[in-house]
């Protein structure tokens, strides 16, 4: 199983930036954001369980992973927003 995600990535004075948009399937996962480092996330949750994780540059699992950022803490069917700030 895998998140759904649709991602559009821009660029903010010297930052790029990537919008997504997850929707989850499983407790957690790793996604890719388009960047080569996250630098900064915000985090808008739609609906879903409150205990949400979010780990910026590393993999579901707790493993560094320069790009991508780990979700845990999810249950199938919740939905968040994600800006993230990178390079």
Do not use: C
């Amino acid at each position: 199983m895998a998140y759904t995600v649709s991602k559009k990535v821009t660029v903010m004075g010297d930052q790029r930036v990537s919008f997504l948009n997850i929707t989850a399937d499983a407790a957690t996962q790793t996604v890719e954001t388009g960047l080569k480092k996250v630098n900064a996330f915000a985090v808008g949750k739609q609906s879903g369980a409150s205990g949400w994780a979010i780990y910026a540059n590393s993999n579901a699992s707790g493993v560094e992973s320069m790009g991508v950022i780990g979700i845990s803490g999810a249950v199938s069917g919740d939905q968040a927003f994600v800006i993230v700030y990178g390079e």
